[in-house]
Every structure is written in structure tokens, then in C-alpha cells.
T-cell receptor, first 113, second 115 residues
Framework: ETGVTQTPRHLVMGMTNKKSLKCEQH?????MYWYKQSAKKPLELMFV???????ENNSVPSRFSPECPNSSHLFLHLHTLQPEDSALYLC????????????FGSGTQLSVL | AQTVTQSQPEMSVQEAETVTLSCTYD???????LFWYKQPPSRQMILVIR??????QNATENRFSVNFQKAAKSFSLKISDSQLGDAAMYFC????????????FGKGITLSVRP
């Protein structure tokens, strides 16, 4: 069993759809992260949650809405996305919010049509 | 702001040979951390190696080692005895020592291993 699990693995959605990405960690970590990975660009940090509290939001458009109901689960709710939002969305966790030794999931490959 | 540059988008190595992946960074800080992460086709990134800037000794993890040149702000990854399973994207990353500091990643390099 991998430490960080993401579902779905692939997602295709229209610009008017609403969908959610799910992340679950089984490592007992207290911090969780959403990253966006686009081709030929560095990973972009989107959100950071520490002990279920959002501690960072890096100027992400409001069409991305994170939710952290407990320290093991993290969601990214998507609505009215744009084609440029197509990317690999990676979830990660760390023992605490020092960004030390990230444990990543396998990501959700999102295509917005 | 810190930046991390990986200027080579792709590299190739023969199985069992040695390959070096380059990374440079820009910072005004004297103490920080540097990392190499590997992203195989499964897409799950894993930490390969970590270096603390105040340590002069280069970090080593089995077949993976780094050449850390602090004055040159260079942090290259050497993979010895390359294996087919080493084929992946490799990302160099920087983090300052502040408690809430973020990781800054490079664009990554795709390494292919020829059998």
C-alpha cells in the first residue's frame, strides 16, 4: 500500500463541470500539499494544510477550492476550469509543515476540454 | 527569490555506465537544503538524496551521489552503474532553513537508460 493515494488517476472534464480530486495519506503526517505539474515548467505549490488548517494559498484562482476534513484526507474541488488548467495535480504530505521530505501520490492527470 | 535551473531537458546513458545531471541555483542565503527527486513513469515522485549546505561532505545514497559546489551554486547528481529502473524525470529542488520555507523546484530532466 502506497503512503499517499490519489484518485482518480485520470480525469477529463468540460469547462462547465464540477469535479473533485481526492488524496489520502496513511503515514500519520500532519501537513498536506497540492502541487500543479505542467509540462516543461517547475512544480507549482498551490495549497498547504497543516493540522487541517489552510496555511498557504499561492494566488490560486478561486475555481480551485481545497478542503481538508481531517489530517489524512485532502480534496481539490474543481469548477468552471479553463483548458490551461490541464496538468498533473500532485498531492504530497510531510510529517510537519517544514516541507521536509515530501511523500507524493501518483497524481491525477487532468484534461479540460 | 531563489531559483533553480536545470538547463538540460533530456539525457541518455548506457546501462551500467555513469551519468551526471546538472543543477544550479541562485540564493543569497548561506544555509539551506538541496534535494534531488525522481519521478518514474508511475508519476510518484520520491526523494533520492538530500544535502545540507553547511555540510562540506557530499551526500551519498548507494549508487547516487552529489557534487555540491557551494561557491559555484552547483548541485549535480551522479548516478553510477545506471540501471533500467533509473529511467525517470529528475527534479532538483531548493529550500531555505526557515520553518515555513517552501521547496523551489527546477523544470526537471528526463533521463533515459539504453539497454
Amino acid at each position: 500500500e502506497t503512503g499517499v493515494t490519489q484518485t482518480p488517476r485520470h480525469l477529463v472534464m468540460g469547462m462547465t463541470n464540477k469535479k473533485s480530486l481526492k488524496c489520502e495519506q496513511h503515514l500519520g503526517h500532519n501537513a498536506m500539499y497540492w502541487y500543479k505539474q505542467s509540462a516543461k515548467k517547475p512544480l507549482e505549490l498551490m495549497f498547504v494544510y497543516s493540522l487541517e488548517e489552510r496555511v498557504e494559498n499561492n494566488s490560486v484562482p478561486s475555481r480551485f477550492s481545497p478542503e481538508c476534513p481531517n489530517s489524512s484526507h485532502l480534496f481539490l474541488h474543481l469548477h468552471t476550469l479553463q483548458p490551461e488548467d490541464s496538468a498533473l495535480y500532485l498531492c504530497a504530505s510531510t510529517r510537519d509543515r517544514t516541507h521536509e521530505k515530501l511523500f507524493f501520490g501518483s497524481g491525477t492527470q487532468l484534461s479540460v476540454l | 527569490a531563489q531559483t533553480v535551473t536545470q538547463s538540460q531537458p533530456e539525457m541518455s546513458v548506457q546501462e551500467a555506465e555513469t551519468v551526471t545531471l546538472s543543477c544550479t541555483y541562485d540564493t543569497s542565503e548561506s544555509d539551506y537544503y538541496l534535494f534531488w527527486y525522481k519521478q518514474p513513469p508511475s508519476r510518484q515522485m520520491i526523494l533520492v538524496i538530500r544535502q545540507e549546505a553547511y555540510k562540506q561532505q557530499n551526500a551519498t545514497e548507494n549508487r547516487f551521489s552529489v557534487n555540491f559546489q557551494k561557491a559555484a551554486k552547483s548541485f549535480s547528481l551522479k548516478i553510477s552503474d545506471s540501471q533500467l529502473g533509473d529511467a525517470a524525470m529528475y527534479f532538483c529542488a531548493y529550500r531555505s532553513t526557515g520553518a515555513n520555507s517552501k521547496l523551489t523546484f527546477g523544470k526537471g530532466i528526463t533521463l533515459s537508460v539504453r539497454p
